[in-house]
């Protein structure tokens, strides 16, 4: 089925651990974001990219690596985490990043470090 | 960025229209305004958005005041399903569309 995929849902890890959350689109939306949400915060936006290869900054990105080698993957790395990581994390795409493209969301994962 | 108010919560009784109000006094002439919920647990959803005129779409409206300083969605006959937390969004042009959020509307919808 066409749409967002997020995994896994669920993962719980140690403190140093890497960790690798996984993101995958059919619909071959140019752009790709990762947001983390808290208890008591909306979602913050960690890392985006505009296409293949090249990505930037959001608000939250200490801690964390992207990479975007195909446009339909967008992996979120976590080298060594934290136990101030423990988050949901939502993955969402838009076409071509004009202001009149919505995002559309994954179903998240849920992140738990010991 | 223009930054956006909204109450923290609201009821509804199920079948009659919800009415949620945003207030985006700072917003831009090029900046649209968006509307987002998410039911819990789940990833936000999209519901609908508009830069000046009033826009309807098959989950709801959407009223933009003359001078786009306010907004309000509306929900025409709200059913316990759309019990959630509503986010009304204003989003520069270019830089990919990036969405901030804030705190939103708890909406709780009852019979």
């Known amino acids: 089925d066409a749409g967002i995929t997020q995994s896994p849902r669920y993962k719980i890890t140690e403190t140093g651990r890497q960790v690798t959350l996984m993101c995958h689109q059919t619909?071959?939306?140019?752009?790709m974001f990762w947001y983390r949400q808290d208890l008591g915060h909306g979602l913050r936006l960690i890392y985006y990219?505009?296409?293949?290869?090249?990505?930037d900054k959001g608000e939250v990105p200490d801690g964390y690596v992207v990479s975007r080698s195909k446009t339909e993957n967008f992996p979120l790395t976590l080298e060594s985490a934290t136990r101030s990581q423990t988050s949901v994390y939502f993955c969402?795409?838009?076409?071509?990043?004009?202001?009149?493209?919505?995002?559309?969301f994954g179903d998240g994962t849920r992140l738990s470090i010991l | 960025d223009a930054k956006t108010t909204q109450p923290p919560s609201m009821d509804c009784a199920e079948g009659r229209a919800a009415n949620l109000p945003c207030n985006h006094s700072?917003?831009?002439?090029?900046?649209?305004v968006y509307w987002y919920r998410q039911i819990h647990s789940q990833g936000p959803q999209y519901i609908i958005h508009?830069?000046?005129n009033n826009e309807t779409n098959e989950m709801a409206s959407l009223i933009i005041t003359e001078d786009r300083k306010s907004s309000t969605l509306i929900l025409p006959h709200a059913t316990l399903r759309d019990t959630a937390v509503y986010y009304c969004?204003?989003?520069?042009?270019?830089?990919?569309?990036?969405?901030?959020f804030g705190t939103g509307t708890q909406l709780k919808v009852e019979l």
């Open positions: 619909w071959s939306h140019s752009y």
């Open positions: 990219s505009a296409a293949a290869d090249i990505t």
């Open positions: 700072t917003i831009s002439g090029n900046e649209y």
């Open positions: 508009g830069l000046k």
């Open positions: 969402a795409s838009s076409d071509r990043g004009y202001s009149n493209q919505p995002q559309h």
């Open positions: 969004i204003v989003t520069p042009t270019g830089g990919g569309n990036k969405l901030t």
